[in-house]
């Protein structure tokens, strides 16, 4: 895992832990309260919990680096529960510690018992969260979020060195591939980039040829595909806005995509609540749609279809049938009416598709399951279209593949500023690179605003 990734993994942790503590402080004065616990003498009576909120100020900010001294945040992603248990049970005697000292430097009067009872409440409650994320990241959709498909490459001894670190060390990374990049041409280099949909290449290039690691790197860069050069072959430094780590080997990251931050943080989570709020919000229509589809026409409500995701990994889109329950069988008698250019298929008045169908393309209602996909993780509320795995194989540019670095979407700008009336594949491809090279979280924000009144006008559907 690189370094920036576990920086924003470890504060988004430590707000958790924070809150976590300060939950249970409240959660022991409550029990105090409500079942009249002594300790040593102690009387019933106990004053309200308002009179000890100042607390929060200390004990928040303080629990952050009582567990980053501990090494709590230094861990893997998936450590043993008893380092986990030991070093909870050292950072919740020092967070004891610390709202004592506090208590009596102020000299406010805190029930002894509820200073006793913080400790093991504060213990059970972060072990609980930890054992969620454990359970989340082992679940297959955490699995299918977390893992990077790295391909090696480099000359032989420098790759098995590499793998030999990673056995132990490599949370979140699994090899598809070893490429000795002296003994493989370009063209068998992105063939291994397309057959494994990989996310990233590791080069170590100690040994190698650097004019073939230039071409690997280049070949990287028209894709879309992250390129970690490891860099420990420089005795002096180089750049920060190039440098990562990887297992504590200096890394250069050529990307041409976002880079991990918080704003990226915050689109996951708006696709995860947005999904599941329209989910349930729009149940009822749903239902609705499905009925009609039913009695309007046979064959399935769900059209199923494999579309390219992340880097050109498979996934299974879904959409409310449109069409005739043969229409890909006809496709081919219709590809002498296509008026996309390029590898697209694009048809006005499409004889395939159904009357129901017609008004569902128009307001876009036929897409709305795929916020199923959203809710798997395969798809987001907003980035380029996911084209059929066929179209993208039929790319004749490669740099057209960039469009893959991130994740497709049910919105974005080809949808606001052309929709179907763009008939040229390289002007879509042109505002899907425009929005890959400006991406922003207001960016995400305007292009869903401005998404509403095109779907409600059906402006450019066909």
Not at 53 to 66: E, K
Not at 212 to 222: F, G, M, R, T, Y
């Given at each position: 895992?690189l ?48 009179d ?32 986990s ?6 950072s ?26 913080f ?8 072990l ?27 000359a ?40 494994h ?8 290039a100690k ?5 073939e ?25 180089v ?22 931050s ?7 989570g ?23 589809i ?44 296509n008026?996309?250019s390029?590898?697209v ?27 199923i996909?959203?809710?798997?993780g ?46 040229d ?21 305007k292009?869903l ?14």
């Amino acid at each position: 895992m690189l370094r920036r990734q576990r920086q924003i993994r470890a504060q988004i942790a430590k707000f958790l832990d924070a809150g976590l503590f300060a939950l249970s402080l409240w959660l022991a004065h409550g029990l105090r309260q409500s079942s009249g616990i002594t300790v040593f003498g102690g009387t019933p009576q106990i004053e309200p919990f308002s009179d000890y909120l100042w607390l929060f100020l200390i004990l928040i900010p303080s629990i952050p680096f009582i567990l980053e001294i501990q090494g709590f945040y230094d861990r893997p992603l998936l450590a043993s529960r008893a380092q986990s248990v030991w070093i909870l049970m050292k950072s919740c005697t020092l967070a004891v510690l610390v709202l004592s000292f506090s208590v009596m430097l102020f000299r406010e009067q805190l029930a002894r018992s509820v200073i006793i009872l913080f400790g093991p409440i504060s213990l059970l409650m972060v072990l609980l969260k930890e054992e969620i994320m454990r359970h989340a990241v082992l679940s297959r959709y955490g699995q299918a979020q977390l893992r990077r498909r790295v391909i090696l490459a480099g000359a032989r001894e420098d790759t098995s060195k590499l793998v030999q670190e990673m056995g132990s060390n490599g949370d979140g990374i699994e090899i598809v591939a070893q490429v000795n990049i002296n003994e493989t041409s370009t063209e068998q280099f992105i063939e291994l980039l397309h057959h494994h949909s990989a996310n990233a290449v590791l080069f170590n290039a100690k040994h190698s040829v650097f004019g073939e690691v230039e071409k690997a790197i280049q070949a990287c860069e028209v894709e879309g595909v992250e390129a970690w050069l490891v860099a420990d072959f420089f005795s002096t430094k180089v750049s920060q806005t190039t440098l990562d780590d990887f297992n504590g080997r200096p890394l250069l990251v050529f990307r041409t995509t976002p880079e991990e931050s918080w704003q990226k943080v915050i689109k996951h989570g708006i696709d995860l609540g947005g999904a599941i709020i329209l989910l349930t919000m729009g149940a009822p229509l749903f239902l609705l749609i499905a009925a009609i589809i039913r009695l309007t026409s046979p064959g399935p409500i769900l059209f199923r279809q494999q579309r390219s995701g992340l880097n050109g990994k498979p996934f299974t889109m879904l959409k409310f049938r449109s069409m005739v329950t043969n229409a890909e069988q006809r496709k081919d008698e219709l590809a002498q009416f296509n008026e996309m250019s390029g590898p697209v298929f694009k048809v006005s008045n499409d004889p395939r598709i159904t009357p129901i169908g017609r008004f569902l393309r128009k307001y876009s209602l036929d897409e709305l399951p795929q916020l199923i996909n959203v809710l798997r993780g395969e798809m987001s509320l907003v980035g380029p279209r996911p084209l059929p795995v066929d179209e993208v194989k039929r790319f004749d540019d490669l740099a057209h593949r960039r469009r893959l670095s991130v994740k497709p979407g049910l919105t974005c700008l080809w949808q606001i500023k052309g929709r179907n009336n763009v008939t040229d594949f390289k002007d879509w491809v042109r505002l899907d690179l425009e929005y890959i090279d400006n991406w922003s979280l207001w960016l995400d924000i305007k292009i869903l605003a401005q998404t509403v009144p095109v779907v409600i006008t059906g402006n450019g559907a066909k």
